[in-house]
């Protein structure tokens, strides 16, 4: 095994980021690398090799089958950048806009399988398989810096020189080390729905929407709204509702709190709108709950 420590920069950081670069571990041959950019209305696609895609813009909706023929995620307009992996035998149905801008590497004899988490698919080290995540969101400035690593990549590709290779090949095995490195970031373990509920949780002054949080998720609104109904018996933003109600009564009934602090807690823009949804909600305003429940 050969061990490569190294530094890279990103945007206006200071302080580089020592990347460790690994080879000998896993197997594999760099085919091609591409970038795509032309439109497309609909198209069908079954891969046939191991692929790792960058995402960038574009994409119209995109949905992943695995090889037996089962969805196994759906994407829309508001899918955010981020790096997927792509095992032979799925089947991709896909719409891009002249947005379009993402990148495919295509290798051969990388091992790739199925995994028992939700997310994840395992990579096989030359001695055990290694849970990976099957896609990790990227921020603006990881896109940058990735935008700019695949395009050196399929510069030096170009090349024949046996170092040049050696270059592509750890390059490739950054890629692979940075979304092996998300896996913890990622909550692999929860579901789609799992993870929309616990940034619904999370949001406790209930200032993103439903929209904003599904895009965190990376997945569309639709889809992740009716996976959220089918694991919980509720939509998302009923289940946001009633979790706001329980909060609104809490703090009516524990806090010394006036409501108008109330309402701008709970992320009501205005005061008589919290008074008319908690009045629908309980039968009684939130006044009157205030003087019927504090300190009794």
Same mark, same amino acid.
């Given at each position: 095994?050969?061990?490569?420590?190294?530094?890279?920069?990103?945007?206006?950081?200071?302080?580089?980021?020592?990347?460790?670069?690994?080879?000998?571990?896993?197997?594999?041959?760099?085919?091609?690398?591409?970038?795509?950019?032309?439109?497309?209305?609909?198209?069908?696609?079954?891969?046939?090799?191991?692929?790792?895609?960058?995402?960038?813009?574009?994409?119209?909706?995109?949905?992943?089958?695995?090889?037996?023929?089962?969805?196994?995620?759906?994407?829309?307009?508001?899918?955010?950048?981020?790096?997927?992996?792509?095992?032979?035998?799925?089947?991709?149905?896909?719409?891009?806009?002249?947005?379009?801008?993402?990148?495919?590497?295509?290798?051969?004899?990388?091992?790739?399988?199925?995994?028992?988490?939700?997310?994840?698919?395992?990579?096989?080290?030359?001695?055990?398989?290694?849970?990976?995540?099957?896609?990790?969101?990227?921020?603006?400035?990881?896109?940058?810096?990735?935008?700019?690593?695949?395009?050196?990549?399929?510069?030096?590709?170009?090349?024949?020189?046996?170092?040049?290779?050696?270059?592509?090949?750890?390059?490739?095995?950054?890629?692979?080390?940075?979304?092996?490195?998300?896996?913890?970031?990622?909550?692999?373990?929860?579901?789609?729905?799992?993870?929309?509920?616990?940034?619904?949780?999370?949001? =406790?002054?209930?200032?993103?929407?439903?929209?904003?949080?599904?895009?965190?998720?990376?997945? =569309?609104?639709?889809?992740?709204?009716?996976?959220?109904?089918?694991?919980?018996?509720?939509?998302?933003?009923?289940?946001?509702?009633?979790?706001?109600?329980?909060?609104?009564?809490?703090?009516?009934?524990?806090?010394?709190?006036?409501?108008?602090?109330?309402?701008?807690?709970?992320?009501?823009?205005?005061?008589?709108?919290?008074?008319?949804?908690?009045?629908?909600?309980?039968?009684?305003?939130?006044?009157?709950?205030?003087?019927?429940?504090?300190?009794?």
């Amino acid at each position: 095994m050969i061990i490569i420590l190294s530094e890279v920069q990103l945007g206006n950081s200071l302080k580089p980021i020592k990347v460790i670069h690994f080879i000998g571990m896993i197997n594999f041959s760099l085919i091609s690398i591409r970038q795509f950019t032309d439109p497309v209305k609909s198209f069908t696609q079954v891969v046939f090799r191991p692929w790792i895609i960058l995402y960038a813009d574009g994409c119209i909706y995109e949905r992943v089958f695995d090889n037996k023929g089962k969805l196994l995620f759906e994407l829309h307009n508001d899918l955010n950048p981020a790096l997927f992996l792509f095992l032979p035998g799925m089947k991709l149905e896909f719409s891009y806009s002249a947005k379009r801008n993402n990148w495919a590497i295509i290798l051969s004899d990388l091992q790739l399988r199925y995994s028992g988490q939700p997310d994840m698919f395992e990579i096989y080290d030359g001695q055990f398989w290694i849970p990976i995540p099957r896609m990790v969101p990227l921020s603006n400035e990881m896109l940058n810096y990735w935008e700019l690593e695949f395009s050196r990549i399929k510069d030096v590709h170009q090349s024949s020189l046996p170092a040049d290779q050696f270059y592509c090949k750890l390059a490739v095995c950054d890629i692979i080390k940075y979304i092996i490195s998300r896996r913890d970031d990622l909550s692999s373990s929860l579901s789609p729905a799992e993870k929309l509920k616990k940034l619904l949780d999370a949001d =406790s002054k209930f200032e993103k929407s439903i929209e904003q949080l599904c895009k965190e998720c990376s997945y =569309s609104s639709d889809y992740l709204r009716e996976l959220f109904k089918k694991q919980y018996g509720l939509a998302p933003q009923n289940y946001r509702f009633q979790k706001r109600m329980h909060e609104a009564m809490r703090l009516i009934t524990d806090s010394s709190l006036l409501v108008k602090e109330i309402s701008d807690i709970l992320g009501f823009d205005y005061n008589s709108h919290f008074t008319k949804v908690f009045r629908k909600e309980y039968n009684i305003s939130p006044r009157d709950a205030i003087r019927k429940f504090r300190n009794v």
